[in-house]
């Protein structure tokens, strides 16, 4: 949970305690958020802001156990215990609560400016963690499965970026292995990644687009300052679009990153009527490429090396990296931009055995789990039901993104006939099955 999200809600939570609010009912964010969802409320939020918001609902709502209404205190103490606090952290605590009881006995009041001061670090603040390589890769693993170089990678970037030393990484592999995912469970856990969909950028000029300066824009100026930025299928981004005077915008596109990466102080000109000029200083900002890159593929077909990652037998270590002259030659990469890339990773298609795997996994990776935890329900699929959902997702690259879909469409027509069960038993096979407590077709 984000710091400023943890601040919110133990603030409002340890203030109805003090109010003598320990037994109030409240109720669980999960059935308030699906309620939301199914009235349409939010249609018109992208699919990020829409991912980022059933993120922290979904973690919000492991403090009710599955029930859909719990007491204040019943909540807070949940929320106590699924909080990890260091020794140092427990005094900070203890003391604070010690003073509010001397308070108390002795009938004197702190001032208020010291009180404030005394929160100005809590033991909730995320920058006091100290975030190993090995921390990183360990909460990546509950959330991608195989995909060991990729994680690595990404955790020693990550601490690197923490530490202020900026890289550049190109991750490189099918849809729905997971490239992408890797940086989608990051952002839960560091706010400054940004994700940003590469072929929605155009180039500075094109009014009523998305251009490379609204990534920094469009955010706090704190944040800018120390941003990772992931761009998801850069490789579409860097192929050749011609335009009628024979101009390549990509290479214009490209242009414009390029200033990014050298590190220096960028000038950014808002648009409209109120345009002004933004300097951002890009010494710490860090970029993450993520793609399939099939057309750089297709363009060294005739060439005898295979990248690797479109084998689907074949294990992490054997996959074969893309070299920075394949992408000079066959992607439509600036050497300029190329040349400033510290790392590529390439990340093999995941199988069929890998995705059914993943459906049975007690780890957070699991859509079931996922699904189980948002509606407080337990959910029952069936191993056949689990064989064609991993045989469709492997094969046509649609990743766990699809098998989530299709079991949440049939866990939606179930919540239909009878929302108010808690056990569902789902299968895309007819069978039946007589004696279950499930609330079966």
Known sequence: MLREKAFDFWKTYIGLMTKGGVDVTMTNPAVTFTADAKAGEYDDISDEEYYELLDFTEELASFWKKNREATAGAVLLEALVNTDLSLSETDKLAQLLAEASERKTYKYIKPEPEFETTFDKTPFDEGEVEWTPQMIYEYLDENVYRQENAKKAAAIMLYNHLKGRRRNMILAGPTGCGKTEIWRSLQKRFPFIKIVNGPQIACDGWKGSYHVKDIFLEEPAEKVKKMLIVIDEADKLFEPSIGSAGVDYSRKIQNEFLKIMDGDK????????????????????????????????????????????????????????????????????????????????????????????????????????????????????????????????????????????????????????????????????????????????
């Open 266 to 441: 960028v000038d950014f000109v808002s648009e409209g009527n109120d345009a002004k000029k933004t300097t951002i200083d890009c010494s710490h900002v860090s970029f993450v490429f993520c793609g399939s890159f099939e057309t750089l593929l297709q363009n060294r077909e005739d060439k005898p090396a295979t990248i690797g990652f479109f084998q689907n037998t074949a294990p992490d270590e054997e996959a074969e990296s893309i070299t920075i002259e394949d992408l000079v030659e066959y992607g439509n990469v600036r050497r300029e931009i190329a040349g400033r890339i510290q790392q590529i990773v390439a990340l093999n298609a995941l199988t069929v055995d890998d995705f059914e795997h993943i459906l049975n996994s007690r780890k957070q990776m699991s859509p079931i789990r996922q699904l189980e935890k948002l509606y407080m329900v337990n959910l029952s699929v069936d191993d056949k039901t689990k064989r064609i959902l991993a045989e469709k997702a492997a094969g046509k690259n649609l990743g766990c993104r699809y098998m989530r879909s299709q079991i949440q469409s049939m866990l939606d027509e179930k919540m239909f006939d009878d929302p108010d069960c808690r056990n569902f038993k789902l299968s895309l096979v007819e069978e039946k099955e007589e004696g279950l407590p499930w609330c079966a077709a």
